[in-house]
């Protein structure tokens, strides 16, 4: 145990020695005897949708980044990236809940499709058969304007987001808005265009088409989304929020709102959803929303022939290059062939991009503020290279 210095020194280095022939000799036994490594086990590549969400959130400066994607082999897989709460540093719930903004119009949109399936609405009816002398302005008659066109956006309606009591959410965050009054203000503009010879994404569209479900049901239009939609596709965490709920409801991402390019991020988690109403109401997960369009494109919402009422589309390229626009629904081309059909969605705080295939793949991507141009080109590039691996 106290042998001299060298002596240890030169004792180490012999069972050094051993040790590393012992290891060659039980290596080549193992290559003997043991089959040729198989593929499987070779190391595994990055996966691309992990990748794309740390770029988003490194590069691209979003707070969190939050994706499910439903691969070929039916396996839906979740995925997330960034802080899930400024304040705290919190991690992001595992396909935690969102404000999904505008993926509400395609829940009101299958409503009102089921309603034309039930002989309660027409599609080329006019405005005023539901909603009789409401819809009056400057170049502006209900008279005019069909169901069909609200729910295509070709009705030529002023944007009432555009109406001075919205221009600035900061300050509008938990107000309680009428649809009547989200309605006032758009008819205090001009109309665009003449009914039917344009197409313009509007979301006074949607609030009309909330205000004929009601109108036709008697019952809020929320609750005919629930009863219809929610309920029937199995959505086990979406909802629309009831009047004075302004929480969401579950583990969710918190979501941040940037008034101007350099101004602060606003924590806008928490808000009174009504300035979005039909437009954009709807709290929903990742996983929910590929539910919900697989649902419907798989024909389990609706009636074939209101279906493909639906998917017949108009162009849309103010949403990019060679998307078109159906009634509550949207088809974008995939770099590997073929559409994603979704809609995607936008609430202060959130920004949500998706689609599913015919084939069953599915994703929707989430982040937690609203990107800027070339952040939100990478977000539908994203949603691309998910579908398309």
């Given at each position: 145990?106290?042998?001299?210095?060298?002596?240890?020194?030169?004792?180490?280095?012999?069972?050094?020695?051993?040790?590393?022939?012992?290891?060659?000799?039980?290596?080549?036994?193992?290559?003997?005897?043991?089959?040729?490594?198989?593929?499987?086990?070779?190391?595994?590549?990055?996966?691309?949708?992990?990748?794309?969400?740390?770029?988003?959130?490194?590069?691209?400066?979003?707070?969190?980044?939050?994706?499910?994607?439903?691969?070929?082999?039916?396996?839906?897989?979740?995925?997330?990236?960034?802080?899930?709460?400024?304040?705290?540093?919190?991690?992001?719930?595992?396909d935690g809940q969102i404000r999904a903004g505008s993926n509400t119009k395609a829940f009101?949109?299958?409503?009102?499709?089921?309603?034309?399936?039930?002989?309660?609405?027409?599609?080329?009816?006019?405005?005023?058969?539901?909603?009789?002398?409401?819809?009056?302005?400057?170049?502006?008659?209900?008279?005019?304007?069909?169901?069909?066109?609200?729910?295509?956006?070709?009705?030529?309606?002023?944007?009432?987001?555009?109406?001075?009591?919205?221009?600035?959410?900061?300050?509008?965050?938990?107000?309680?808005?009428?649809?009547?009054?989200?309605?006032?203000?758009?008819?205090?503009?001009?109309?665009?265009?003449?009914?039917?010879?344009?197409?313009?994404?509007?979301?006074?569209?949607?609030?009309?088409?909330?205000?004929?479900?009601?109108?036709?049901?008697?019952?809020?239009?929320?609750?005919?989304?629930?009863?219809?939609?929610?309920?029937?596709?199995?959505?086990?965490?979406?909802?629309?929020?009831?009047?004075?709920?302004?929480?969401?409801?579950?583990?969710?991402?918190?979501?941040?709102?940037?008034?101007?390019?350099?101004?602060?991020?606003?924590?806008?988690?928490?808000?009174?959803?009504?300035?979005?109403?039909?437009?954009?109401?709807?709290?929903?997960?990742?996983?929910?929303?590929?539910?919900?369009?697989?649902?419907?494109?798989?024909?389990?919402?609706?009636?074939?022939?209101?279906?493909?009422?639906?998917?017949?589309?108009?162009?849309?390229?103010?949403?990019?290059?060679?998307?078109?626009?159906?009634?509550?629904?949207?088809?974008?081309?995939?770099?590997?062939?073929?559409?994603?059909?979704?809609?995607?969605?936008?609430?202060?705080?959130?920004?949500?991009?998706?689609?599913?295939?015919?084939?069953?793949?599915?994703?929707?991507?989430?982040?937690?503020?609203?990107?800027?141009?070339?952040?939100?080109?990478?977000?539908?590039?994203?949603?691309?290279?998910?579908?398309c691996r």
């Amino acid at each position: 145990m106290n042998e001299p210095a060298p002596q240890r020194r030169a004792h180490r280095i012999r069972l050094a020695r051993h040790a590393l022939t012992a290891t060659a000799t039980a290596g080549l036994a193992l290559t003997a005897f043991a089959p040729a490594p198989s593929p499987a086990f070779a190391a595994p590549r990055p996966d691309v949708v992990q990748q794309r969400l740390d770029a988003l959130v490194h590069e691209d400066g979003m707070p969190a980044a939050l994706a499910t994607v439903k691969g070929r082999d039916g396996r839906s897989r979740t995925y997330t990236a960034g802080i899930g709460d400024l304040a705290t540093g919190s991690r992001v719930p595992v396909d935690g809940q969102i404000r999904a903004g505008s993926n509400t119009k395609a829940f009101v949109a299958v409503v009102v499709l089921q309603l034309v399936a039930e002989g309660k609405v027409g599609l080329d009816a006019s405005v005023d058969t539901y909603l009789p002398g409401l819809v009056r302005g400057e170049g502006i008659d209900g008279r005019n304007i069909t169901v069909r066109q609200l729910l295509q956006h070709t009705s030529g309606l002023p944007e009432y987001m555009n109406a001075p009591a919205l221009a600035d959410f900061t300050t509008i965050q938990y107000r309680y808005f009428e649809p009547r009054e989200l309605l006032d203000g758009a008819l205090a503009q001009k109309a665009h265009f003449a009914p039917g010879t344009q197409w313009e994404y509007n979301n006074t569209n949607y609030l009309l088409a909330g205000l004929i479900i009601q109108k036709v049901t008697g019952r809020p239009f929320g609750e005919e989304v629930t009863k219809r939609v929610i309920n029937r596709a199995g959505l086990r965490h979406t909802y629309v929020p009831a009047p004075g709920d302004t929480v969401l409801h579950e583990p969710h991402p918190h979501g941040y709102h940037r008034a101007a390019p350099d101004a602060p991020l606003v924590d806008y988690t928490d808000m009174d959803a009504s300035m979005a109403w039909a437009a954009g109401a709807v709290v929903s997960t990742n996983t929910d929303l590929n539910t919900f369009y697989g649902a419907l494109l798989g024909g389990r919402l609706l009636p074939a022939a209101q279906l493909a009422e639906m998917r017949t589309t108009v162009p849309a390229e103010f949403l990019g290059p060679g998307v078109r626009y159906g009634l509550g629904i949207q088809s974008r081309p995939l770099t590997c062939g073929g559409l994603a059909w979704g809609h995607g969605g936008t609430s202060p705080g959130y920004r949500t991009r998706g689609g599913v295939t015919e084939d069953g793949r599915a994703v929707n991507i989430t982040l937690t503020t609203v990107p800027d141009e070339p952040t939100a080109t990478r977000l539908t590039d994203a949603v691309d290279a998910a579908l398309c691996r």
